[in-house]
């Protein structure tokens, strides 16, 4: 056997020249350390993607909480009231509910002791980390009892009251109901409502505007812009007349404008 065959025990053979040992040498060399390199690199990649498994797994894993939504309180004492003859006879019931989020919602309805309400208002108050309030005919659509997902409301023009301009809208599904929605920025409130309890829309719009110029405050708490509101709108109050018809001093209507002047 040649004396520069390889020995069995993976030794460089002893009779290569110089130079070709230190090139084997290296070249072990160069692979020892790009497999090492390559490890790291596939060690780096196990670990990214443990790392990216477990941030993204609970987001998907765990169901998402529910939205925050308004509940019924045990509160009995009244923030606001309605004097009106019109619903004397329909039973009143007064519901207030509270917002995860620090709002509150004052619900005056009438009607509800016999089936389905026919009218309601209430009077919204945000909290400071509550989302803007729901669009007013989806909210309106739902209290009247229809699915806001397939009844769309539409908009019936405006109506002035001691609140100033307030927006009107209906329910193709309902045209005699009328509904009604006006937000304010300081207090950050709504004042909406609808009522299905005269028998014509024009009977309706008359209701409405009565209704709004006898909602009264009782408690404004510790909200002074509150207090304030109300106290300017009773300066605007026009004490309309009994009845579905009397005394609405100004209507306007996208389906009838009518000129200022009583009627």
């Not at 990216?52 to 509160?75: H, K």
């Not at 019936?156 to 307030?166: E, N, Q």
């Not at 009977?203 to 009565?210: K, R, S, Y």
């Not at 109050?237 to 001093?249: E, H, I, K, N, T």
Request: proline letters at 8%.
């Amino acid at each position: 056997m040649s004396s520069t065959s390889f020995n069995t025990s993976g030794q460089m053979p002893r009779g290569l020249p110089a130079q070709l040992r230190d090139m084997v040498a290296e070249a072990g060399a160069v692979m020892v350390r790009l497999l090492a390199y390559v490890s790291g690199l596939a060690l780096l990649a196990v670990i990214a993607t443990d790392l990216w498994s477990s941030a993204a797994t609970p987001e998907q894993a765990q169901p998402q909480p529910p939205a925050a939504t308004w509940a019924p309180t045990q509160r009995t004492d009244r923030a606001f009231a309605v004097t009106t003859a019109e619903f004397s006879t329909k039973g009143e019931t007064y519901v207030t509910f509270r917002h995860p989020n620090g709002g509150r919602k004052d619900v005056l309805r009438w009607g509800a002791t016999v089936g389905q309400p026919v009218a309601d208002i209430a009077i919204e108050r945000a909290g400071a980390a509550q989302p803007p309030f729901e669009a007013p005919g989806t909210d309106l659509a739902r209290r009247m009892g229809f699915d806001p997902d397939s009844v769309v409301p539409e908009a019936a023009g405006v109506m002035d009251s001691k609140f100033g301009t307030i927006g009107l809208w209906r329910v193709p599904e309902a045209p005699d109901c009328l509904g009604f929605a006006k937000d304010f920025d300081r207090p950050r409130l709504r004042i909406s409502g609808w009522s299905c309890a005269a028998p014509t829309r024009a009977a309706q719009q008359g209701l409405l505007d009565c209704t709004l110029d006898r909602l009264i405050l009782l408690s404004a708490g510790n909200n002074p812009d509150l207090a304030a509101l109300f106290a300017r709108a009773e300066l605007r109050r026009r004490r309309c007349g009994a009845g579905l018809a009397g005394g609405v001093d100004w209507v306007t209507s996208a389906a009838a404008p009518r000129l200022r002047g009583g009627f």
